[in-house]
């Protein structure tokens, strides 16, 4: 049975920091690129980040690039997300996704809130 457990999220100030983190079980997480996604309230979910299963060069969304870093620990099943300099517009449910490399599999996590406000 494949779950996530997502962690990390809660209301910060703007310029402030946060690091979300998903735990994966249920599947073999190597062979998973992962990525982050966020949907704001009346907007269409959209990809902020993702790693290749094997780590390395990641890929982000210009709004995100050089304030969030995405990585993972095979070991530990786990993806995370380290965001800095947040802004109110980086407000929304973020959500770990797990894809395949080898067939058209995708998982989702439950999704958890960031709110960025003063």
Same mark, same amino acid.
């Given at each position: !049975?494949? !779950?996530?457990?997502?962690? &990390?999220g809660? =209301?910060? !100030?703007p310029?402030?920091?946060?690091?979300?983190?998903?735990?994966?079980?249920?599947?073999?997480?190597?062979?998973y690129?992962?990525?982050?996604?966020?949907?704001a309230?009346?907007k269409?979910?959209e =990809?902020?980040a993702?790693?290749?299963s094997? &780590?390395?060069?990641?890929?982000?969304?210009d709004?995100?690039?050089?304030?969030?870093?995405?990585?993972?620990?095979n070991a530990?099943?786990?993806?995370y997300l !380290?965001?800095?300099?947040?802004?109110?517009?980086?407000?929304a449910?973020?959500y770990?996704?797990?894809?395949?490399v080898?067939?058209? =599999?995708?998982?989702? &996590?439950?999704?958890?809130?960031?709110?960025?406000?003063?």
């Amino acid at each position: !049975q494949v !779950q996530f457990v997502e962690s &990390g999220g809660g =209301l910060v !100030q703007p310029g402030g920091s946060l690091r979300l983190s998903c735990a994966a079980s249920g599947f073999t997480f190597s062979r998973y690129a992962m990525s982050w996604y966020r949907q704001a309230p009346g907007k269409e979910r959209e =990809l902020v980040a993702t790693i290749p299963s094997a &780590g390395g060069s990641a890929n982000y969304a210009d709004s995100v690039r050089g304030r969030f870093t995405i990585s993972r620990d095979n070991a530990k099943k786990t993806v995370y997300l !380290q965001m800095n300099s947040l802004k109110p517009e980086d407000t929304a449910v973020y959500y770990c996704n797990a894809r395949s490399v080898f067939s058209s =599999l995708s998982y989702w &996590g439950q999704g958890t809130q960031v709110t960025v406000s003063s």
